[in-house]
């Protein structure tokens, strides 16, 4: 505490009071002083991930004494305490057109989620859930921790179906949801009076894809046709 003395014949005595804002780890620590009976306002302190919840009395319990930028009247040597809270994230899922995923709310900053029930969409198998609009960079539930509000987004692989067109042989089963990038085994069909030579992209003409036993990519939908070969016999008669 300092005071004041006026130099005039009817001097009185002022008093200055030191006022201290402790921010706990935060910025903008302020020392001043003011007169006294003097209306101040509060300072806005920070704290990277934490939230200012005011100025206290004491540093661990005390009086709430205001937040900032209310207005405190200085009456004696002061030091007040600034209290922070941790940040609390809410985290939202764009299922993309699949089924609704609940969103996970007061989750901690630094904190890791569970990962929710898979949704699911017709027609598709479930890819993951996604950080970023561009859909690159996965959400790791083991190792990513939440630092922000957050949405991810849902990735769909779509389902694929291979038909067999037999040509008149023997029937084959068409095979559903396929997924993208899947390895099938082509399958045997047989036609009597014919030798069977292959699978094919197409009825008539298309691209040799492969015989029974081969393996064949999927990459979407598609209709495979056989084509039956007739047997060539040579006549051996002299």
């Not at 920070?46 to 009395?57: L, P, V």
């Not at 209290?83 to 900053?109: E, I, M, P």
């Amino acid at each position: 505490m300092g005071t004041y003395r006026d130099s005039s014949p009817n001097f009185s005595q002022v008093d200055y009071y030191t006022v201290i804002f402790n921010c706990q780890d935060g910025t903008n620590n302020v020392e001043d002083v003011v007169k006294q009976g003097e209306n101040i306002t509060l300072p806005f302190p920070a704290k990277e991930i934490y939230t200012f919840d005011g100025w206290y009395s004491s540093n661990l319990s005390g009086t709430r004494i205001g937040e900032a930028g209310d207005n405190y009247i200085v009456n004696r040597k002061t030091t007040l305490y600034a209290r922070w809270a941790l940040n609390y994230y809410a985290v939202s899922f764009d299922s993309n057109n699949g089924s609704a995923v609940s969103q996970v709310t007061n989750v901690a900053h630094g904190s890791k989620i569970t990962k929710p029930n898979e949704p699911t969409k017709s027609g598709y198998a479930f890819g993951g859930w996604y950080k970023d609009s561009s859909l690159t960079k996965l959400w790791n539930f083991s190792n990513n921790v939440v630092t922000g509000n957050l949405t991810l987004v849902a990735v769909w692989i779509p389902f694929y179906t291979v038909s067999f067109d037999a040509q008149g042989g023997t029937s084959v089963n068409s095979m559903t949801n396929v997924q993208n990038s899947t390895e099938i085994i082509l399958p045997y069909t047989s036609r009597n009076g014919y030798t069977f030579d292959g699978w094919y992209s197409a009825n008539l003409s298309g691209t040799r894809v492969g015989g029974a036993g081969d393996s064949y990519v999927v990459n979407g939908s598609i209709t495979l046709g056989s084509i039956p070969i007739r047997p060539h016999f040579l006549n051996l008669a002299p």
